[in-house]
């Protein structure tokens, strides 16, 4: 069941060209106050470009990984939103690093979530270039289990943001670490599928396998 979903998603994936699929209903944007907590202070690009890096094909779609000295730092699938657009061209004239051990290590957990044989991930993690706003959100959302999600308003409240919704929704939108910290298991309001940086058709992909319901 996993691989035919996988499968129906590389082939809507191929008749469209790879194009970036819509996603209508993402939260809004964040008023000053709240963008002052919620967004970088420097280029995801110009810090992902100057870290170990590597590229692993999955079902779906080439993903960018890079590790710091303290763990992974960054995982992002090719074209998706904010992420590191000057790494994913620095590759063509900068060595790759396979072998580094965080990255060895990612890529075989990946391996192994995406043939169904795990749920969750065992990496040491490197979240620093966030704001702390961010680092708070990206830490609730590794509380969300597999098979589970939740609401942009039950993970404002958790992190005690109750009344920063779209704030909360900004900072699940720049995760740096796709799949490894879960923002995919985080749906709207009544259980909608909106707001995923990957594109819907992963997010729907991505709790298939998880056997996740929406």
Request: hydrophobic residues 40%; positive net charge; contains cysteine.
């Amino acid at each position: 069941m996993r691989q035919v979903i996988l499968t129906n998603l590389l082939m809507r994936r191929r008749q469209t060209g790879g194009a970036a699929v819509s996603r209508p209903g993402l939260p809004t944007e964040p008023s000053m106050a709240e963008a002052s907590t919620a967004g970088h202070g420097t280029s995801v690009s110009l810090w992902a470009a100057h870290l170990p890096r590597h590229i692993l094909v999955t079902p779906l779609g080439r993903v960018l990984l890079a590790a710091s000295d303290l763990g992974l730092a960054g995982l992002w699938f090719e074209g998706q939103r904010h992420g590191p657009l000057a790494a994913w061209r620095g590759l063509g004239h900068q060595p790759t690093h396979p072998r580094h051990p965080v990255l060895q290590a990612a890529e075989a957990q990946l391996q192994d979530y995406f043939a169904g044989r795990r749920g969750d991930f065992d990496l040491p993690l490197d979240l620093s270039h966030g704001t702390p706003f961010q680092r708070q959100v990206w830490q609730a959302l590794r509380s969300i289990p597999p098979g589970h999600t939740a609401s942009y308003a039950e993970l404002a409240s958790r992190v005690g943001a109750s009344q920063a919704a779209r704030a909360v929704g900004a900072a699940v939108g720049r995760n740096p670490v796709s799949i490894v910290v879960p923002c995919h298991r985080v749906l709207g309001a009544g259980g909608a599928l909106t707001g995923y940086a990957g594109g819907l058709d992963r997010k729907r992909a991505l709790l298939a396998l998880e056997g996740a319901t929406t």
